[in-house]
Nanobody
């Protein structure tokens, strides 16, 4: 089993920035691909971004391209999400996910964190 713990959420004004972190523990002998998803109230969980196990490949939702950046940390199986130019529409619970391959669908990820709330005020 792999456990994921997110941190870094909070309240920020529109135009501001936040950085989310996700750390994996447990059976982390493999270098997992890791992704971020988000879910706003009354909406389905949606893909935000993902990064391959090597860090050499990334994928972004169109809605966050140019504003969000995913990166891997120096510690094995950690990942960061730098969010700039935040908008009220970015308000959601953000979830970290991990699996063997970089994918854009939530159904393809076996391991999930508990989520961290991001609220962007206008």
């Amino acid at each position: 089993q792999v456990q994921l713990v997110e941190s870094g959420g909070g309240l920020v004004q529109a135009g501001g920035s936040l950085r989310l972190s996700c750390a994996a523990s447990g059976r982390t002998y493999r270098r997992y691909a890791m992704g971020w998803f988000r879910q706003a109230p009354g909406k389905e969980r949606e893909f935000v971004t993902a990064i391959s196990g090597s860090g050499g490949s990334t994928s972004y939702a169109d809605s966050v391209k140019g504003r969000f950046t995913i990166s891997r940390g120096n510690v094995e199986n950690t990942v960061y999400l730098q969010m700039n130019s935040l908008k009220p529409d970015d308000t959601a619970v953000y979830y970290c996910a991990a699996d063997l391959q970089l994918r854009n669908r939530s159904i393809d990820y076996n391991y999930w964190g508990q989520g961290t709330q991001v609220t962007v005020s206008s």
